[in-house]
C-alpha cells in the first residue's frame, strides 16, 4: 500500500518563509513523477510543482521564482521550499505521485498552509 504523508504546513505571515515535506512509504524511484498540488476554498485543486524520476521539473507560473521543489532519494522525501509567501498561497497543499499505465494516481493527506497580511 502506497502512503504520502505530508508535513510542515502553518500559519505565516506574508513575506514568509515554509518548508513542507512528503514522505513515502517506499522509493520515490519507484513513481514517474511526483508533484505538489493545492486547494483553496471554492477554487479547484491546481498543480504547484512536479519533478519527474530523471529530475526535471515544473511550477505553476504564480509561484515560480518563489517555490523550489525537491527531493531526497534515501530519506524518500520530497520537499517544497516556499519563500516570499502571500495571502493568495494559503490553501491546502497535497502531495501527489503517479506511477505505470494505467495510470495510478496517489494522494496525501493535505496540509493546511495559510498566509496572513
Known amino acids: 500500500q502506497v502512503q504520502l504523508v505530508e508535513s510542515g504546513g502553518g500559519l505565516v505571515q506574508a513575506g514568509g518563509a515554509l518548508k513542507l515535506s512528503c514522505a513515502a512509504s517506499?522509493?520515490?524511484?519507484?513513481?514517474?513523477?511526483m508533484g505538489w498540488y493545492r486547494q483553496a476554498p471554492g477554487k479547484q485543486r491546481e498543480l504547484v510543482a512536479r519533478?519527474?524520476?530523471?529530475?526535471?521539473?515544473n511550477y505553476a507560473d504564480s509561484v515560480k521564482g518563489r517555490f523550489t521543489i525537491s527531493r531526497d532519494t534515501p530519506k524518500n522525501t520530497v520537499y517544497l521550499q516556499m519563500n516570499s509567501l502571500k495571502p493568495e498561497d494559503t490553501a491546502v497543499y497535497y502531495c501527489?505521485?503517479?506511477?505505470?499505465?494505467?495510470?495510478?494516481?496517489?494522494w496525501g493527506q493535505g496540509t493546511q498552509v495559510t498566509v496572513s497580511s
Open positions: 501527489n505521485a503517479v506511477r505505470g499505465l494505467p495510470l495510478d494516481t496517489y
Open positions: 517506499g522509493s520515490i524511484f519507484s513513481f514517474n513523477a
Open positions: 519533478i519527474t524520476r530523471g529530475g526535471s521539473t
